[in-house]
């Protein structure tokens, strides 16, 4: 008995250093290895994705294939990009034989940097720390795909379909939901997983817009960016910044020295959704109960890049070094004034009210990018 106990304690040592399933394959979770292990749940996913016999599947990291055969039952070819070699050759073997394996392509590389094919419908269990620069990669890719259902981490889900008002609505959550229209489909427990992840994922349907928005996307998100830098501010003490105003003037004072075409008409799409992929570090929106009359801090910064130097020459007369003119800063104010916005808080601006501001900030020749 003692020796079966010391086989059985070794084993349970050995499997909380690796997680393997069925094929004997060592999941890592630090490549974001969750392999989704219940039936049920995979059937669901299936179900929800609304498939046709004539749909391309494009599937991202399909591990060992439980997600990959039941698309194969249901789709007309489905194209599954893996990064692990291990996994490539455990979903050769799984289909060899089989009715459909002529219908799947492996496409060995990482997705963040390997061309997409055409494909209709994106269904996918994804490695959780790629989440938010693979959901832009998507919303980028051309010609426009009709939906991607998505496996996340439930957090980062939930901040995808978030509402204004919300304690979780985000720079993400605007940018993804100017680019498409985003729903939450189920949530799904850490359980179902193997090896289970520390915390629960959710399934997430997106539907890009197409065509997209006609708008400057950089532009988009720099005023994006700013306003959620503070969101719980009122518009009115966010635009009264030092440092704001003082980027916001070299701007301005840069767009009327150049022939630039604030349409977007010539900008790459990919490279702009890019940049909205990259996410505020931890603190960098606001905490409730800030204070409204602050009028100088660092966070505030934007990342307008260029126009510094060739700005310097031609700025206005300034009172201080680092700070706007006086006349700047009532031409901005002079917006938010006469628009109605003064009052108005990012944490709770819909789609419309962010357009509306972008909208009358460049009426003035005030730009943000």
């Not at 602050?294 to 260029?306: A, F, K, R, V």
Request: charge should be positive.
């Amino acid at each position: 008995m003692s020796g079966l106990r010391a086989a059985g304690g070794v084993a349970k040592r050995s499997a909380k250093k690796v997680a393997k399933g069925f094929s004997g394959i060592e999941f890592h979770k630090s490549k974001g290895q969750h392999i989704l292990k219940n039936p049920l749940v995979v059937q669901s996913i299936v179900d929800k994705s609304g498939l046709k016999s004539t749909d391309v599947v494009l599937e991202i990291g399909p591990g060992t294939g439980n997600l990959t055969m039941k698309l194969l039952e249901k789709a007309k070819r489905v194209v599954a990009v893996e990064l692990d070699p291990r996994m490539v050759l455990e979903l050769q073997r799984r289909v060899a034989g089989t009715p459909h394996s002529a219908s799947l392509q492996i496409i060995h590389g990482d997705v963040m940097k390997v061309d997409l094919p055409y494909f209709d419908v994106c269904v996918a269990n994804i490695p959780y720390q790629i989440s938010s620069p693979l959901t832009f990669k998507l919303l980028s890719h051309r010609p426009a795909f009709r939906a991607a259902v998505i496996m996340y981490q439930h957090e980062f889900a939930m901040r995808l379909v978030a509402r204004p008002g919300d304690p979780l609505y985000s720079r993400l959550t605007v940018n993804t939901q100017l680019l498409s229209r985003v729903h939450h489909l189920l949530k799904v427990g850490k359980n179902n997983f193997r090896p289970p992840p520390k915390v629960d994922s959710s399934v997430v349907r997106i539907e890009p817009r197409n065509p997209p928005p006609p708008i400057n996307f950089l532009e988009w998100d720099g005023l994006v960016r700013l306003c959620f830098g503070r969101k719980n501010k009122t518009l009115s003490a966010l635009f009264r910044q030092s440092t704001t105003l003082h980027q916001l003037e070299e701007n301005y004072l840069l767009s009327n020295a150049l022939v630039k075409g604030a349409d977007g008409t010539t900008q790459d799409l990919a490279s702009a959704l890019a940049t909205m992929a990259i996410e505020a570090p931890a603190g960098k929106e606001a905490e409730e109960g800030e204070e409204e009359g602050e009028e100088e801090d660092e966070d505030e910064e934007m990342d307008l890049e260029g126009g510094a130097q060739q700005a310097k020459a031609a700025q206005p007369r300034r009172k201080k070094r680092g700070r706007a003119s006086e006349e700047f800063k009532q031409k901005v104010l002079g917006v938010l004034q006469g628009g109605g916005f003064s009052d108005w808080r990012a944490a709770k601006l819909s789609q419309d009210e962010f357009l509306a501001l972008l909208a009358a900030f460049n009426r003035a020749g005030i730009h943000f990018v």
